[in-house]
């Protein structure tokens, strides 16, 4: 089993910016890639970033790419979101995954945080 906590969650003005930590206790952290999920009222959960185990590979969502940042620190047991230049359209409640390879699936992660809150106002 892995635990997943994200934090960092918040209100921002449009053009701001904020940083989403996902910590993982259990399973040894290393061994997972990594994925982050967001979920907007009324919408499907869309996928928003991955990083493979070892932080080399990363991929973005292409409404995202420029401004959100995806890293990991396998010491720590920690993998980050830094998102820049957010935009209303970013508001959504945003997860964390666990799983054995990168994938834009959720279906393919295994474990799952509990989300954390970013609403964006204009």
């Known amino acids: 089993q892995v635990q997943l906590v994200e934090s960092g969650g918040g209100l921002v003005q449009a053009g701001g910016s904020l940083r989403l930590s996902c910590a993982a206790s259990?399973?040894?952290?290393?061994?997972?890639?990594m994925g982050w999920f967001r979920q907007a009222p009324g919408k499907d959960r869309e996928f928003v970033a991955d990083?493979?185990?070892?932080?080399?590979?990363?991929y973005y969502t292409d409404s995202v790419k420029g401004r959100f940042t995806i890293s990991r620190d396998n010491a720590l047991n920690t993998v980050y979101l830094q998102m820049n230049s957010l935009e209303p359209e970013d508001t959504a409640v945003y997860y964390c995954?666990?799983?054995?390879?990168?994938?834009?699936?959720?279906?393919?992660?295994?474990?799952w945080g509990q989300g954390t809150q970013v609403i964006v106002s204009s």
């Open positions: 995954a666990a799983g054995r390879i990168t994938s834009r699936r959720g279906g393919d992660y295994d474990y």
């Open positions: 259990g399973r040894t952290f290393s061994n997972y890639a």
């Open positions: 990083i493979s185990w070892t932080g080399g590979r990363v």
